[in-house]
């Protein structure tokens, strides 16, 4: 057991002057502590339960690890016949630092593999292999020192023994947490159409001020529906347009000239006076009049305009009256188109 602990002391401090040099150069730092540990026995070892002391050197690997060496004593009494019992542990440990959520205490798990001896007064000594887990947690008193205590669980991986044990100790940090350097001043940010946008990241200069824009300060799109309609009509067994629709009939024309994509149905309609087949040739004939307007006085494409006479079969009101025959004697069309514009401010 002698031996081990010399050479996990002579590692440690081999280790501990390697690392030096790293640990004032980029910021880590060495932690030495020392303390009071109490040690719950194995029922089974038949040891008084006691406190003793111990001592540690740990090495800042970063800001949430933490590797230490310790070296513990504890001297206790066996409890059949008092005899003296001098316990001594050492063992290498590491310790994970948890989110921080109490305030200023914060918590850690720490886990890790040593030997302990059991040094009789009557001259027998015994060895084991222990490993540990346990919790704890630590307070930032100064610059320089912190208080801690842990609980922790041993387990021996020679005999059928388990131990607790309890730390409360003082720790020293060498060395200072280099302060983060000055941020340096921004350079000024140009944002010329003033859209939200800085200009080194605006791939849209020079967007209109009343319009919206997007991440990359281009104007957002939008995809609207809009549509136009045409009603119109006609007496009484008539096919004639009148001159006064003639301006709805132009609306329609300037609609399909703006949206060159569009074609319209113009469907012709009648009152129920009359035979069926006669009804359906006077609603083509009616169809048939206002395309030809559309197309020879407004000059919409022949190819975009179609005409379908649909006699008395869709009435709209009812024909035992007057104003509803004259309601029924139409021709209709609805003609409709997306359209991208550009999302406003």
């Not at 222990?130 to 842990?150: A, I, P, Q």
């Not at 048939?288 to 190819?303: H, I, R, S, T």
Request: overall charge negative; aromatic content about 8%; some cysteine.
């Amino acid at each position: 057991m002698r031996s081990t602990m010399k050479k996990l002391a002579l590692a440690s401090a081999v280790s501990g002057a390697m690392l030096a040099p790293l640990a004032f150069a980029d910021g880590h730092k060495f932690e030495i502590s020392a303390g009071a540990a109490f040690q719950k026995f194995d029922s089974d070892r038949k040891l008084d339960d006691e406190t003793g002391y111990g001592v540690g050197l740990g090495y800042v690997i970063n800001p949430r690890w933490t590797v230490e060496a310790w070296w513990t004593e504890i001297d206790s009494e066996l409890e059949n016949n008092g005899g003296d019992v001098d316990t001594e542990s050492a063992r290498l440990d590491f310790l994970y630092h948890l989110e921080n959520t109490w305030g200023a205490w914060q918590p850690f798990l720490i886990g890790g593999l040593g030997d302990v001896e059991f040094d009789v007064d009557n001259g027998s000594t015994t060895d084991e292999t222990r490993w540990n887990l346990g919790v704890g947690v630590k307070r930032e008193l100064s610059e320089h020192f912190d208080f801690r205590t842990d609980l922790r669980w041993f387990d021996s991986m020679d005999e059928n023994e388990q131990d607790l044990g309890l730390l409360l100790a003082l720790t020293y940090k060498l060395g200072k947490t280099a302060a983060p350097a000055a941020p340096e001043p921004a350079p000024q940010r140009l944002d010329s159409d003033g859209d939200g946008v800085y200009d080194d990241e605006d791939k849209c200069p020079g967007t209109a001020a009343n319009l919206a824009v997007d991440a990359d300060g281009c104007p957002m799109k939008l995809m609207e529906d809009v549509s136009v309609g045409l009603k119109l009509y006609f007496d009484n067994d008539s096919a004639v347009v009148k001159e006064a629709y003639y301006s709805e009939i132009k609306r329609v024309a300037d609609f399909m000239e703006t949206y060159s994509n569009t074609k319209v149905e113009i469907q012709g309609h009648t009152d129920s006076r009359g035979s069926a087949a006669y009804n359906k040739n006077l609603s083509q004939r009616r169809a048939d009049a206002v395309a030809k307007v559309l197309v020879e006085k407004f000059g919409v494409e022949a190819g975009r305009v179609s005409a379908k006479g649909y006699g008395e079969d869709m009435p709209i009101a009812s024909n035992e009256a007057i104003e509803g025959r004259a309601a029924n004697r139409r021709v209709i069309a609805e003609i409709s188109a997306q359209v991208e514009t550009m999302k406003q401010r």
